[in-house]
């Protein structure tokens, strides 16, 4: 300090070094502060990954509001024009043949993320939902509708219904019957049902007929998936960002340690779907 007051005070030669000294400085710090917060952004949406061009989109009719209709599944049986004219001839099973054994996801929970994704990607297409954040949700809440000795049969209903706890406030939400006990068995609570794990009110305002049957059935993959990604897309969300990534999540469930285990579920999907 006492060698700063024994200098002039006031110079016009010492003025603008020192000034344009401090403008480099905001700048500097400015462009690693802005680096930092792409880093961050980049880090915190798991790595993006299509699924196959040629993969059938399931039909999509959710109740009570009709919202359009896809291929059904059966109609796409070879690689569509655009796989071929790129020079992929992967079609939907080899799809799902590779990607199931490179992620360790039954190849029937598989289909119905896939569509789910592709049933969006033409009804929310600005939502950009991912099949891999439907594996990384489907993954921690039952096993891929596994839980419990339940499998997916053929025609993605469970062998067994995947009911639950009772939401009886007891380290759990405190939620009363809200459906006579018609989905989950219990009329005194509410209880998550099905492979997505939806209450049963949350079932009754987003229910998705997934597969083209004319029933949304919280007990079958396809339309709890697609049920799934239309609540994740819900108020306009793009989850190609990070900001809407983590609001759609937090949204399925408010605790950032589940976020955490589905972001790691479904970066890993993503890396391992393509061989990486």
């Given at each position: 300090m006492a060698i700063q007051q024994s200098e002039p005070t006031a110079t016009s030669s010492a003025?603008?070094?020192?000034?344009?000294?401090?403008?480099?400085?905001?700048?500097?710090?400015l462009?690693?502060?802005?680096?930092?917060?792409?880093?961050?952004?980049?880090?915190?949406?798991?790595t993006p990954h299509p699924v196959a061009v040629d993969f059938p989109a399931l039909h999509v009719a959710p109740a009570p509001v009709q919202v359009g209709a896809a291929a059904p599944a059966a109609d796409a049986a070879q690689p569509s024009a655009q796989a071929s004219a790129?020079?992929?001839?992967?079609?939907?099973d080899a799809w799902l043949s590779r990607v199931s054994a490179a992620t360790g996801i039954p190849a029937r929970?598989?289909?119905?993320?896939?569509?789910?994704?592709?049933?969006?990607?033409?009804?929310?297409?600005?939502?950009?939902?991912?099949?891999?954040?439907?594996?990384?949700?489907?993954?921690?809440?039952?096993?891929?509708?596994?839980?419990?000795?339940?499998?997916?049969?053929?025609?993605?209903?469970?062998?067994?219904?995947?009911?639950?706890?009772?939401l009886n406030g007891a380290g759990v939400a405190n939620i009363s019957d809200t459906d006579g006990g018609s989905l989950d068995g219990d009329p005194v609570h509410d209880r998550a049902v099905g492979p997505m794990q939806f209450i049963p009110s949350t079932w009754r305002n987003w229910a998705s007929d997934g597969n083209g049957d004319g029933v949304a059935n919280p007990q079958n993959i396809d339309d709890a998936a697609v049920?799934?990604?239309?609540?994740?897309?819900?108020?306009?969300?793009?989850?190609?960002?990070?900001?809407?990534?983590?609001?759609?999540?937090?949204?399925?469930?408010?605790?950032v340690e589940y976020g955490q285990k589905v972001f790691t579920v479904a970066d890993a999907a993503a890396k391992a779907s393509a061989g990486r």
């Open positions: 003025r603008p070094p020192r000034v344009v000294f401090r403008l480099l400085v905001v700048f500097l710090v462009a690693v502060a802005g680096a930092a917060l792409w880093l961050v952004d980049r880090a915190s949406t798991p790129a020079g992929q001839q992967e079609t939907a929970a598989l289909r119905a993320y896939a569509n789910a994704d592709l049933t969006m990607a033409k009804v929310q297409p600005a939502c950009h939902l991912p099949w891999t954040m439907l594996a990384g949700i489907g993954r921690i809440e039952s096993d891929h509708g596994r839980y419990g000795g339940a499998s997916l049969a053929a025609n993605g209903d469970e062998t067994k219904p995947i009911i639950g706890v009772p049920t799934a990604g239309r609540y994740l897309c819900a108020g306009g969300r793009d989850l190609a960002t990070a900001a809407g990534w983590w609001a759609a999540v937090l949204s399925y469930n408010d605790s």
